[in-house]
């Protein structure tokens, strides 16, 4: 057997992390791996899963954002209050939602950018400002029920098993083509994730198909994923923010616009996070003054960090927000399905959290200069 | 140490000794208010942004409700501000490393909850409880520097998966109940609400602490003069002691009118004092400073980095149990909402508002009881013109960000002055 290096072991830990979860999860309660209860599960962790792609992509030009979890229930008020008050048809009401927080983003990159205040404050000012502003715009009975049909229907619509084979057909398609393409190129280990996702794709439809069908909301939210990967990996905006995030003196200096890089970022985090806000809303069926409260950000960061975004900035990719937001869903679904109480699921999350990021700093950590890239907030 | 230093004999010694700003002490009165107004025009506004916040928000607040400034009003924003001031104190510890502990709040709850466990459920000794309670903030702290340092996982993390940890952990404690009450009889309830100097004790505590103000003044005078470095005028050094005592003297007879200083405010007072003496004149405080500044700067000249990391995160952890059990003392109770996530963002808000830099190396002791003071005033104000809680979340972030705004455009006319 060749030896794994230890930068390996460190990438290897979260998804062991997720195979042991659902290891003793299924031993102790052989009901987790039923197919309602996995399809339950995907449910459960797309808004988290979303809002955690927002948090890898602020991690990867090197910033934090604190404020995803406050953004994504402002957005999503906007969205409820403009549907169900003021009778918006859904797409404007979603399309406004959305705008909402891109304008948050950018002001927030403003202020990071113009000003000069870290990040880790900006963000933390506008954590306690948009949980405000969502109390304002909710109003006084602080909770807003969701009525329009089609903003029900983004969380409460199944796919038809014809359609779900289709997906999972075109899915495996593209991987086994991928494959051969990256064989022929005599690029071995770029087949990995492609096998992956070519075996895993049509599994989960059997499984989804055993129970209700694919759930619309998941393909949102793998259209998501598989969007942000190709914008991050394959686009000048993607390979710009990696630079900014590696070394973001080195990349004003190499000509990228970093300022512009962390605004389009910082917005687009913003965006995805809204997006989580109206799945978690649809999901619900309503946005009270408890949406996108500090937990939903503190179990994004969580997810973003266990799925192996470094915090250092610059490396982690955008599936590390779906690997993350797994193993904390996993954990919470698989501890509510032992009875076990929030208390439990806090410290689990905690322990798992303090695990996945200290192997993987043990790991990279011949990669780093000994106490001269320590992190500091906001950097 | 002074007998070892030859004092200089010609101008240019002494005037080669002004170059460095930092051992310069202006002569005389106008020399002193030179001093200061090139300290702020070179962007080193100190807490002056925060003192002027204050009297705006005092002003403001009169303005809409006459009642705000009353005797009874301030002596209640004081007794509120102690537990989210304690614990921000031991958030500007970390954040001069250029550090951050997120859990601070999870930290506080904890405590609260165990020392309520022990002395009401189980009735155990109060100061047994007490010692309990604070030990495990201390030893949480020293838990996260170790790991910080041996592992090297970032401090944001850590705390993190403590903040999420602890909150569990609480729940362990308090058990189904879900919440204990700590009977008002007990000390320490009386100590957080009770417990006030009298009128006697308060002057004469006001006389002693400017008298001693003043004599350290002047032995540092005498110390300088006899090394040959120019020191502060005497004048300069009684006119603000007068001050002092004046303002310190109208205070007390101000807030005598009501119930006058809580054991509790002067508990948080003198730690903020020592505090602050511990972080100017100890080794250790000075090293603290010197690893926030620089790191690997402050190792290259042979600082034990490690320790001073691991004694601040213990220290941090040891305040904010402590603001815990203060939480608990003035609450008299103590529940699953404890030390939740609005404490930990009040006490890191309040930290920064007084003038921290979140990039290590620069800030007070007194940042912390400054910045708690804005907060916990604009708390009472709202709560009294009856906005809802939307309002003064906004405000809180608005006033956050104005205070590091401030502090930022500050810090881009220091690095063009050359003192970065």
Do not use: C
Request: net charge positive; hydrophobic share 55%.
């Amino acid at each position: 057997m060749a030896p794994v290096s230890t930068a390996r072991l460190g990438r290897l830990a979260p998804p062991l992390a997720l195979v042991v979860i659902w290891l003793v999860m299924t031993l102790i309660n052989p009901r987790f791996l039923s197919a309602v209860n996995l399809t339950n599960l995907m449910l459960q962790i797309v808004a988290v899963g979303a809002v955690a792609v927002a948090v890898v992509l602020v991690l990867l030009i090197g910033e934090i954002d604190l404020s995803v979890g406050a953004v994504s229930g402002l957005g999503a008020g906007v969205t409820a209050v403009l549907s169900v008050k003021q009778d918006w048809p859904a797409v404007l009401a979603i399309i406004a939602g959305l705008l909402t927080g891109a304008l948050v983003g950018l002001l927030h990159a403003t202020i990071v950018t113009r000003v000069g205040v870290a990040s880790f404050v900006v963000t933390l000012a506008g954590l306690l400002t948009w949980q405000g502003a969502l109390q304002l715009v909710l109003g006084e009975t602080g909770t807003v029920n969701l009525d329009d049909p089609q903003l029900v229907a983004i969380a409460g619509t199944f796919l038809s098993p014809a359609l779900g084979w289709l997906i999972a057909a075109v899915i495996t398609a593209a991987a086994v083509a991928a494959v051969v393409v990256h064989l022929r190129a005599d690029r071995p280990r770029r087949v990995w994730p492609w096998v992956l996702a070519g075996t895993v794709a049509p599994v989960a439809v059997l499984v989804f198909n055993a129970d209700r069908g694919v759930p619309l909301a998941v393909v949102v939210f793998l259209l998501l994923l598989a969007g942000g990967d190709v914008v991050m990996r394959r686009t000048t905006l993607g390979r710009h923010a990696v630079a900014t995030g590696s070394n973001a003196s080195g990349a004003r200096r190499a000509g990228i616009a970093v300022d512009r890089i962390r605004m389009t970022v910082f917005a687009l985090a913003s965006v995805l996070a809204v997006t989580g806000g109206i799945l978690a809303a649809s999901r619900l069926l309503a946005v009270n003054q408890s949406s996108g409260s500090t937990d939903l950000m503190l179990t994004a960061v969580a997810a973003a960090a266990i799925g192996g975004a470094s915090l250092f900035g610059g490396r982690g990719t955008v599936w590390s927000a779906l690997l993350g937001a797994l193993v904390v869903g996993s954990l919470a679904n698989g501890l509510d399905l032992l009875g076990a109480s929030s208390a439990i699921r806090l410290i689990a999350t905690g322990v798992v959290l303090a695990l996945a990021v200290g192997l993987d700093t043990v790991a990279h950590r011949a990669e780093r200069q000994p106490f001269t890239e320590h992190s500091r907030p906001g950097r | 140490m002074s007998t070892t230093r030859t004092a200089p004999t010609d101008e240019t010694a002494a005037r080669a000794d002004l170059i460095d700003e930092r051992l310069a002490q202006d002569t005389g009165l106008r020399g002193a208010a030179d001093a200061f107004r090139r300290r702020v025009r070179d962007g080193d506004l100190g807490l002056l942004p925060v003192v002027v916040g204050l009297f705006v928000i005092g002003l403001v607040f009169y303005l809409q409700d006459v009642t705000y400034l009353s005797s009874s009003n301030l002596v209640n924003i004081t007794l509120n501000a102690v537990p989210y001031g304690i614990i921000a104190v031991g958030v500007v510890l970390v954040l001069l490393l250029g550090e951050i502990d997120l859990s601070v709040g999870s930290i506080s709850g904890l405590a609260g909850s165990i020392t309520a466990v022990l002395v009401v459920q189980q009735g155990q000794p109060l100061v047994l409880g007490l010692l309990a309670g604070a030990g495990t903030g201390a030893v949480i702290g020293i838990a996260y520097g170790l790991i910080f340092t041996k592992i090297g996982v970032p401090s944001f993390v850590i705390t993190l998966a403590g903040l999420l940890g602890f909150v569990g952990l609480q729940y362990v404690v308090l058990g189904d109940t879900g919440t204990i009450n700590l009977p008002r009889t007990s000390p320490l309830a009386q100590f957080a609400r009770e417990d006030f100097l009298s009128p006697a004790v308060s002057y004469v505590a006001v006389v002693v602490v400017v008298v001693a103000y003043a004599l350290v003044s002047i032995i540092g005078i005498r110390r300088r003069t006899a090394a040959g470095l120019p020191a502060q005028s005497l004048t300069l050094v009684l006119g603000k002691s007068a001050i002092m005592l004046a303002g310190l003297g109208f205070l007390t007879y101000y807030l005598n009118i009501d119930r006058g200083w809580g054991f509790a405010v002067v508990f948080f007072v003198a730690l903020v004092v020592v505090l602050d003496l511990v972080l100017r004149k100890t080794t250790w405080g000075r090293h603290l400073y010197a690893v926030g500044g620089n790191v690997e700067a402050a190792r290259r000249s042979g600082i034990n980095v490690n320790w001073i990391y691991i004694s601040a995160f213990s220290l941090t952890g040891l305040l904010a149990a402590t603001g815990g059990l203060m939480f608990l003392a003035r609450l008299t109770s103590v529940s699953q909402a404890s030390g939740s996530n609005d404490v930990n963002l009040t006490a890191i808000a309040a930290a920064v508002i007084g003038g921290v830099s979140l990039f290590g190396g620069r800030g007070s002791a007194y940042s912390a009881l400054l910045g708690v003071l804005v907060l916990t005033a604009i708390n009472s104000g709202l709560n009294r013109i009856g906005v809802d809680s939307s309002v003064r979340y906004i405000v809180t972030g608005a006033v956050l960000l104005l205070a590091v705004s401030i502090d930022a455009i500050a810090r881009r006319a220091r690095a063009s002055s050359g003192r970065g």
